[in-house]
């Protein structure tokens, strides 16, 4: 790839920061090897959205295309819940198996598991498959404290999660969001007050939210759900190749006569 001076200086698979997650919401073969050849070496973790992989046709040949490209697999949230809320936990891992899964998500947006129930599961669980748990609440209207989601976000870290997932839904306006889709700043300021940056991953659908956090804390934060047509454009966003960031990485005297030209042209 060509190289020109003040990109950021971007982790390399296997990363533990600058992860990005996308998400699958039903895509054709076609449309895994499309997303495969185009951003493969940018895609960290891939989700099979919600309870998609239960009813996509051919998933298991896509899931082998997805692990061939270095990918960690794995499905929604949404559909280890309603295995277990049919207390069917053991029939989810006998699925997950089949298709040669070793990723798995411990949720409980949809319904309520007690923390201590679900800090045992992720327990239980981490020993033999990397562990993601999502943190906050699909439903709109409901408040989780600043320091109930400290508290819940750092026992599931300490029980073997790899990282903890930031709820937002793929519609970007619950959880760390507010319902018009702008961050919730105190929340996640409290948060990163006793929660490892590197240790989270935030759910950023939309491209403001996207813009939000590469601007707060650098190119190398996680970011989830990103949608595949976005993650070449993420990826221009995370280096300064967008105008939304175009200055984020430049030194300060040349981003400062850049901004000075624009204005005197804007001022004509």
Not at 37 to 51: I, M
Not at 93 to 105: V, Y
Not at 129 to 144: A, D, M, P, R
């Amino acid at each position: 790839m060509f190289k020109i001076s003040h990109l950021p200086e971007r982790t390399v698979r296997p990363r533990n920061n600058g992860l990005t997650m996308v998400m699958d919401k039903g895509l054709s073969l076609r449309g895994a090897e499309d997303l495969i050849e185009t951003g493969g070496e940018l895609v960290d973790l891939l989700k099979l959205g919600f309870g998609t992989s239960l009813v996509t046709p051919g998933v298991e040949k896509k899931v082998k295309l997805y692990r061939e490209a270095g990918f960690d697999v794995y499905c929604g949230g949404t559909l280890f819940e309603a295995f277990f809320i049919r207390n069917e936990l053991d029939r989810y891992l006998k699925f997950i198996d089949g298709l040669g899964i070793e990723c798995l998500e411990v949720s409980d947006g949809s319904m309520i598991i007690p923390h201590d129930e679900k800090c045992e599961l992720i327990q239980k669980l981490s020993k033999n498959y990397k562990v993601l748990s999502e943190v906050g609440s699909k439903e709109e209207g409901i408040l989780i404290s600043p320091a109930k989601w400290i508290r819940m976000m750092s026992n599931e870290l300490q029980a073997g999660s790899f990282k903890v997932i930031a709820e937002a839904r793929e519609s970007g306006n619950v959880g760390i969001y507010r319902p018009n889709g702008s961050a919730h700043v105190q929340l996640i300021r409290r948060i990163l007050a006793n929660v490892s940056l590197e240790n989270i991953l935030w759910e950023a659908p939309k491209k403001p939210q996207q813009v939000w956090f590469l601007r707060q804390f650098g190119a190398n934060v996680n970011l989830g759900n990103i949608a595949p047509d976005d993650l070449i454009p993420l990826e221009c966003l995370r280096q300064g190749l967008r105008g939304d960031t175009f200055f984020e990485h430049l030194p300060e005297g040349l981003a400062e006569g850049k901004r000075l030209v624009n204005e005197e042209i804007e001022e004509d």
